[in-house]
């Protein structure tokens, strides 16, 4: 083995075994589990029952309900952070004063620890005491909303913390894609006669875009599968088991209902979800880039 | 100037209410014991205290729990920052065996859903006895983080020209050496984002944390809080000031590296 493979081999080992240990093998015990009936029942004694369990999943009526709600909670968190990010990014690029500290400022809820956010969005929700009502009626005259006792509200209740939690970064993400776009750029099409919004449409947007688009994808991938939120916000699915994305779904049927080969089985049919929608995306890019 | 104006009350406005749910924080944390529920909306209470604050490490294991996070985080980022630096060096210079598959590997792990590595794992911890254990914890997080820094190193390395290398190698200077000595100083950038992310995913972890750890004295942080919140009556007080402390080192950590999160952030190499 000549000296460059073995300095390579030298730097790959080490991670390799780790993740081999902790990612790798782990992935195949799940595939092993979820077509295995392991449950607290049958802890030790379990055994290899074929694919009943995915059967499960696709034959329970919840689950397609629970699909939808996971796209709606994937697309409207993401939406608002793309756009409130970018909106952001393009004010904060201006020469407005004290530009600094709102940029600090700003980026201050993805600095907090997310259980902290959680926590603290669930105790503004309440209904007697918590801000969002206190302000409704204190500041615009309206009746107080039942937030986490109905399903519909607990549910917005999650999507606004989170809104409120994921916007800085397509923000930090826009702010760099803006530094990198040349300024003889809009200075050309200014020269061209064109405004604002023409000059936003022509050169800010296409230039963004190379930058956006992974942080688009990694943002669906992440919220697709983003559990804390939910869980802390709706205090583990309340009321009555109502507020769930998948992702919450398969934790508690997991750690709280301890139906482990379901579960297994539940977390490969969200993995596949996810597989599925990102190669169809990558294959749109791909036919966008090599035009016929 | 007048287009400056109206940008400003609009940053503002989206400030002050970004910043909102931050004060309410501090609010409720300086309210003395008797009037922690209240209706007012003034951000420093009357008779503000800081007995919650003292609370929390008089009657609370408060300090433990920040001892324990302190470790988990610590372990955690010195592991992947280690490990990330230098197998994100690998796939960015060599060509080797498995090269290929090893990256998709990486980038198919960001679609795993939580559950789908927390569940064998805590069954293998379990097995080994590792449930109630900071190892078995540290074990979950590196699962976690590995995958990403790996890719977020690789990708900066990327940007960096191999001229650099070519030239230092040439003059004799070993593969190792010209590692740390030229290419890790210039990668500050991205190893202090791989380190920050990995610190700050372990410090306020909940999920994970709320499977492996059962016994009060081993919380981390989060658990810790939740706690306040679960018990019949929220204890608002311990909670805020506790929110407060748990938030403090992060933010500060956060606001004082932001400059680097623009440049260290490589998000564009994804596409590899």
Redesign the interface.
Request: glycine share 2%; aromatic share 16%; hydrophobic share 60%.
């Given at each position: 083995m000549n000296?460059?493979?073995r300095?390579?081999?030298a730097?790959?080992i080490?991670?390799?075994i780790?993740?081999a240990?902790?990612?790798?093998?782990?992935?195949v015990?799940?595939l092993v589990?979820s077509f295995s009936n392991m449950s607290l029942l049958h802890i030790r004694d379990w055994q290899i029952i074929g694919p009943r369990q995915y059967e499960k999943v696709f034959t329970e009526p919840r689950f397609y309900g629970i699909l939808w709600k996971t796209l709606l909670w994937t697309v409207v968190n993401v939406t608002f952070h793309v756009t409130i990010g970018m909106a952001?990014a393009l004010?904060?690029y201006?020469?407005?004063?004290?530009?600094k500290l709102?940029?600090?400022?700003?980026?201050?809820?993805?600095?907090?620890?997310?259980?902290?956010?959680a926590?603290?969005?669930?105790?503004?929700f309440h209904y007697?005491?918590g801000?969002v009502n206190?302000?409704l009626a204190?500041v615009l005259h309206q009746t107080p909303i039942q937030w986490l006792n109905d399903p519909v509200g607990t549910f917005a209740a999650c999507i606004m913390t989170n809104v409120?939690l994921g916007f800085p970064f397509m923000m930090?993400?826009a702010?760099?894609g803006l530094?990198s776009i040349p300024h003889d750029l809009y200075e050309a099409a200014t020269m061209d006669g064109a405004n604002a919004w023409q000059r936003f449409k022509t050169v800010t947007l296409p230039m963004l875009k190379?930058?956006m688009t992974?942080?688009i994808?990694?943002g669906f991938?992440?919220t697709f599968?983003k559990?804390?939120i939910v869980?802390?916000v709706s205090?583990g699915g309340e009321p009555a088991d109502s507020t769930h994305i998948?992702?919450s779904y398969?934790?508690r049927a997991?750690?709280n209902l301890y139906r482990?080969g379901y579960?297994?089985a539940?977390?490969?049919i969200?993995?596949l979800i996810?597989?599925a929608f990102?190669l169809v995306f990558m294959r749109m890019q791909r036919e966008k880039a090599t035009p016929a | 100037m007048l287009k400056?104006l109206i940008?400003?009350i609009?940053?503002?406005a989206?400030?002050v209410g970004?910043?909102?749910?931050?004060l309410?924080?501090i609010t409720?944390s300086l309210r003395p014991g008797d009037r922690l529920?209240?209706?007012s909306?003034a951000i420093i209470p009357d008779g503000a205290t800081f007995e919650n604050y003292i609370a929390l490490f008089r009657d609370k294991p408060f300090a433990r729990w920040m001892f324990n996070s302190t470790l988990v985080a610590l372990a955690v980022t010195i592991f992947a920052t280690a490990?990330?630096s230098?197998?994100g060096?690998?796939?960015s210079?060599?060509r080797?065996p498995g090269h290929r598959a090893?990256m998709t590997?990486?980038l198919?792990?960001?679609?795993?859903?939580?559950?789908?590595?927390?569940?064998?794992?805590?069954?293998?911890l379990a097995k080994l006895q590792l449930i109630n254990s900071y190892l078995g914890l540290i074990?979950?997080y590196?699962?976690t983080a590995?995958?990403f820094t790996?890719w977020q190193m690789k990708g900066y390395y990327d940007t960096i020209p191999r001229e650099l290398e070519e030239a230092a190698l040439m003059d004799g200077a070993g593969?190792?050496r010209v590692f740390y000595s030229i290419i890790l100083p210039l990668a500050a950038p991205a190893l202090v984002i791989t380190a920050l992310f990995s610190f700050?995913t372990a410090?306020?972890?909940?999920?994970v944390a709320?499977?492996v750890l059962l016994t009060e004295n081993l919380f981390t942080l989060?658990l810790g809080?939740?706690q306040f919140?679960?018990s019949m009556t929220?204890e608002?007080g311990l909670?805020s000031a506790g929110?407060i402390i748990?938030?403090i080192p992060?933010?500060a950590l956060?606001?004082y590296l932001?400059k680097w999160?623009?440049?260290g952030?490589t998000?564009?190499s994804?596409?590899g």
């Open positions: 000296n460059d493979k300095f390579a081999m730097l790959i080490p991670a390799a780790i993740i240990a902790v990612v790798v093998y782990p992935f015990y799940n589990l952001l004010v904060l201006e020469k407005v004063p004290g530009k709102f940029r600090t400022l700003l980026i201050l809820p993805w600095a907090i620890p997310p259980v902290v956010t926590l603290t969005w669930r105790g503004m007697e005491y801000a206190l302000i204190k409120w930090i993400v702010l760099g530094q190379p930058v992974p942080a994808v990694l991938v992440w599968n559990v804390d869980w802390l205090n998948l992702v398969v934790y997991a750690f482990y579960a297994a539940f977390s490969v969200i993995f996810l597989m990102s | 400056k940008l400003f609009v940053l503002l989206v400030t970004t910043i909102y749910p931050v309410t924080v409720v529920l209240s209706t909306l490990l990330a230098t197998a060096y690998a796939f210079r060599f080797f090893g590997l990486l198919v792990t960001q679609m795993f859903p939580a559950t789908m590595l927390l569940l064998p794992l805590f069954l293998m074990a979950v590196s699962a590995l995958p790996i593969y190792w700050l410090w306020s972890e909940y999920i709320a499977q989060p809080l939740k919140q679960s929220t608002w909670y929110s748990v938030s992060v933010i956060f606001l932001s999160l623009v440049s952030l998000l564009g994804v596409k």
